[in-house]
């Protein structure tokens, strides 16, 4: 259990954002360096989250600056300007950058907002809680999200795209939150994308308090059958498995092999957990994607065909 600072100056300046789960979970971030502050706040404005006065309770990443780093940490990851590494109990991860950020300022932040999200995900899902940030894109419509798992280079952005010019809504191109937390309901949560903020789309924000249910899951790959269109076919069980579970993993994947032994097995066992849950669920479908067209019919006739099961 962690206790709000002793100094009252401290004490005004700190600040939480947490992310709410489906049963009450929460996956949180902290920070009470002033020097971090306005980053702090531009994420929450990002996510449209509450930033508020941090009240007394368990946290999954700290936001500072390199000169505060407590001397007994766990380095995982460390550049000149940016380090990130465990709490000396293992209890929490710190992600920490220079109080002057370097002339490319806006990169350099929205740099820190990524990592920090990614590492209190998987510190989240190390320490029990049913979320994991998934490699994919989150297709709205009315009834809730289809969700495109993919390697790099298959689409993703292609087709979100497309599926926007056509009329559809899909923000998060290239991350998203999956909630397992609702019982038999698995719930899929806006995070912002690497691209937007590389190309400083900062206009646009990621509701992840919203939940939107989970209704279909398409591995994603390009079609070469000179069809000339989109088309959802079907897949081997173990291939569908194989690219869901490099999907929920990619994330993590540059990072885990710094855990201790013990955290290394519990994150594998955690996102098996979740990946047997979702293709135990859906059945083993792709999309294979073209460059132009409209995706809209495909994924409305794929959503169709799964009601009728």
Aim: glycine fraction near 10%.
């Amino acid at each position: 259990m962690f206790f709000p600072p002793t100094d009252k100056r401290n004490y005004r300046s700190t600040r939480h954002i947490a992310l709410h789960l489906h049963n009450g979970g929460r996956i949180v971030m902290y920070t009470k360096c002033p020097e971090v502050k306005l980053p702090f706040y531009d994420l929450g404005k990002l996510l449209c989250a509450k930033v508020e006065n941090w009240k007394p309770g368990i946290f999954d990443l700290e936001f500072t600056t390199v000169p505060m780093l407590p001397e007994g940490r766990h380095t995982l990851w460390k550049t000149a300007l940016t380090e990130i590494a465990y709490a000396e109990d293992w209890s929490h991860i710190l992600i920490a950058g220079w109080k002057r950020p370097p002339r490319n300022k806006h990169d350099y932040k929205n740099q820190i907002w990524q990592m920090g999200l990614i590492f209190a995900g998987m510190n989240a899902i190390i320490h029990g809680q049913n979320a994991v940030l998934v490699h994919g894109a989150a297709l709205e419509t009315e009834r809730g999200a289809v969700v495109l798992f993919g390697e790099s280079g298959m689409g993703k952005s292609t087709a979100s795209a497309r599926w926007r010019a056509h009329g559809g809504k899909c923000i998060s191109d290239d991350m998203v939150l999956l909630d397992f937390s609702g019982g038999e309901k698995i719930y899929v949560r806006r995070m912002p994308t690497w691209s937007a903020c590389r190309e400083g789309k900062n206009e646009w924000n990621y509701p992840a308090d919203e939940e939107l249910p989970l209704i279909g899951v398409l591995a994603l790959g390009r079609n070469e059958s000179g069809t000339g269109g989109d088309e959802v076919v079907e897949l081997s069980a173990a291939q569908f498995y194989a690219q869901c579970y490099r999907s929920m993993f990619y994330w993590n994947l540059f990072y885990a092999g710094k855990l201790p032994e013990e955290k290394q097995k519990r994150l594998g066992d955690r996102i098996r957990e979740l990946t047997n849950i979702v293709t135990g669920k859906y059945p083993p479908r792709a999309l294979l994607t073209v460059l132009k067209g409209n995706p809209i019919p495909v994924i409305e006739s794929y959503l169709e065909n799964l009601e009728a099961r």
